[in-house]
């Protein structure tokens, strides 16, 4: 197999820069509101909710506007330096308010750069190769959100000297984010002729083209995705979006898993160790899991996801020690490992190309609205009835995720 190219290892490596930075402060960030600041863990749901809905939102227009200019770089500037400039406002924030503000910027960087980051992964990448480099990007990107909550811990147990506290731990996370914006200044390149796309008709996907359809925002890219594009989203493209959509509802802000693993254990290690174990899991099986569906049916990996997504929110409900929950923390990194770059690849593989960036768009617009409401219901569970509820609820909205299966088209091997 040809090697990948260059600009998706670029983009990988900024990935794993960006996520070592905002996972270290993720690892932190819940027991640190609840237990330190008195947030409830309802306002916690909200607030991670509301962060993740803005970035999904943001995500949309992003996605559409690199569709429109035909470049995807500016944007991903855009998104990773606002990223990167918010980082400080973390150590800084003396209440719940400025952490509010910070997550909120935070996750609108995050929206810039994910769609269009994405279609530049498809618009660099033979068709053949995509569940793979959707795969090594998203474990490059797990590797740095293993390294973060690693560092947390080992600046909180005082490996590198005297002990941090976590305000000074906060601010250790801005060295990596800087650093992942000038990497991508300097190295990641857009593909010859990125800038003339908006004029110019792009390959559609190869059930697009033998349906005889003329997509609506082929040859004319520069438009922007109107009302009217949506003609060019085939029904296959909505069922992948609908079940992203349920899926979504099913896996609820990471940051539940954190206060689960800290529930029997005041140390703040705990929590690093959380984001840790869920990340080295997802890194290991990321690659592997994309090479795998660029050969056999997607959506066997997908099924594979969900029961093991079950089996995580089993153990995280019958946890009855840190070691216990953070086995089923384990099993759902290995769910995200098994899903989301065969998501990703489901999307580019239904979408039109002249498009993709707004098909990821609004794939992560509803999913980001999915995964509001997701945390919030989350949130209330936990607090009105009892965490092991939460998970409860989880495993069973995995069961209505599983009746879609049957209606996602499988992909051919080299259409994802």
Avoid at 224 to 242: I, T
Wanted: hydrophobic content about 60%.
């Amino acid at each position: 197999m040809a090697p990948l190219p260059r600009t998706v290892w670029a983009l990988g490596l900024v990935s794993l820069l960006m996520d070592f930075s905002s996972e270290l402060i993720h690892g932190l960030l819940p027991v640190y509101l609840t237990a330190t600041l008195g947030v409830s863990v309802v306002a916690l749901g909200w607030i991670e909710g509301v962060a993740e809905a803005t970035a999904a939102i943001v995500k949309v227009f992003s996605g559409t506007l690199s569709d429109a200019l035909g470049k995807r770089k500016p944007l991903l500037l855009l998104g990773y330096g606002l990223a990167a400039l918010t980082k400080p406002l973390f150590p800084l924030a003396g209440g719940a308010g400025l952490v509010f503000a910070a997550r909120f910027l935070d996750r609108i960087g995050k929206g810039i750069r994910g769609a269009p980051r994405d279609a530049l992964v498809a618009d660099v990448t033979p068709p053949e190769q995509r569940g793979a480099a959707y795969g090594m990007r998203q474990s490059l990107d797990t590797v740095g959100a293993v390294l973060g909550p690693l560092a947390a811990m080992a600046l909180l147990a005082g490996v590198f000297g005297a002990a941090f506290d976590v305000r000074a731990a906060l601010w250790f996370a801005v060295v990596p984010a800087m650093a992942a914006w000038l990497l991508l200044l300097v190295v990641v390149r857009e593909p010859p002729g990125t800038a003339a796309r908006g004029q110019q008709a792009v390959p559609e996907p190869a059930h697009v083209a033998a349906s005889g359809q003329q997509p609506a925002g082929a040859g004319k890219r520069g438009a922007g995705l109107r009302w009217s594009d949506a003609r060019a989203f085939a029904a296959d493209y909505w069922v992948v979006v609908a079940l992203g959509a349920v899926f979504t509802l099913a896996r609820f802000s990471e940051a539940f898993l954190v206060l689960r693993v800290s529930a029997f254990d005041a140390s703040l290690l705990w929590g690093p160790a959380a984001i840790a174990v869920m990340s080295i899991v997802y890194a290991l099986v990321s690659y592997p899991a994309g090479l795998l569906a660029d050969r056999v049916d997607a959506r066997g990996l997908l099924a594979a996801g969900l029961v093991v997504l079950i089996a995580a929110d089993a153990v995280l409900a019958l946890a009855t020690t840190p070691w216990m929950a953070l086995g089923g923390v384990a099993l759902w990194g290995l769910h995200m490992g098994l899903t989301q770059g065969v998501l990703a690849a489901m999307v580019a593989g239904t979408a039109p190309a002249a498009l993709r960036g707004s098909a990821f768009g609004v794939f992560n617009l509803v999913s980001g609205v999915m995964l509001l409401v997701a945390s919030v219901l989350a949130g209330v569970l936990w607090q009105h009835v009892n965490p092991a509820a939460t998970f409860v609820a989880g495993g069973a909205l995995c069961c209505v995720t599983m009746l879609g299966l049957p209606w996602v088209r499988p992909l051919r091997p080299g259409q994802q």
